[in-house]
């Protein structure tokens, strides 16, 4: 189960990943916050879509609850949010404790927040990355599972320097799911220990 903002290709190069039998799941559904270009993306390859907009509910509590419904009936092994620019609710981070991980485009703890790509530039960082966290109560928070750095390079924008973190992304979030489905991590006092 993969939630969403945006273009999607994370939950792209998942979908691939599963179709290549990299790992043995498939993504059930994806649900997004807005119409937006994955939405599309996911149609394309035949994985249920949803948009699940705050605005469509009277108040933020039902929003929650229909996201919470809808990802329950899926019973998903593992949930990603893959560019997801929602906080969940408590009780769903709850629910999902050890298998809701979280994509960012820094390497967490440095730059969280929406804005982590450009907030890298502008500190004038030489390298930056990306992190895969299991998500706790914090925003961009949580046991990192899996991190990777990439370069800054000279004249880097923050478009190109996006474009090549996401293609670590891409490379490092089937491997994350696996280690989850594979039973491969272990959490003791907030560190995770991957098996070898
Ligand atoms: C990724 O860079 C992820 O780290 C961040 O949002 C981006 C999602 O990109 N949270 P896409 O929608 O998968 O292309």
């Not at 945006?6 to 043995?24: H, K, N, P, Q, Y």
């Not at 699940?52 to 949930?79: M, N, S, T």
């Amino acid at each position: 189960m993969v939630l969403i903002s945006g273009t999607g290709s994370a939950m792209e190069a998942l979908a691939v990943a599963c179709t290549r039998r990299e790992l043995a799941a498939d993504v059930a559904a994806v649900i997004a916050d807005r119409d937006c270009l994955g939405l599309k993306v996911a149609a394309k390859r035949g994985i249920p879509a949803f948009t699940i907009e705050p605005a469509h509910y009277p108040a933020r509590e039902d929003w929650k609850e229909a996201l919470i419904e809808c990802v329950g009936g899926f019973r998903p092994q593992v949930v990603v949010l893959a560019g997801f620019m929602r906080v969940l609710a408590p009780p769903f981070v709850d629910a999902y404790a050890g298998r809701l991980i979280n994509l960012h485009p820094s390497l967490l703890p440095a730059f969280p927040g929406a804005h982590a790509v450009r907030d890298a530039l502008d500190a004038g960082v030489k390298v930056t990355g990306t992190t895969i966290h299991f998500v706790d109560h914090e925003v961009d928070h949580g046991p990192i599972l899996l991190q990777e750095a990439v370069r800054v390079q000279a004249g880097d924008t923050v478009q190109s320097l996006h474009t090549r973190i996401k293609n670590v992304e891409h490379r490092l979030l089937p491997k994350a799911c696996r280690l989850i489905l594979e039973h491969k991590v272990k959490l003791h006092r907030g560190i995770t220990h991957v098996e070898p």
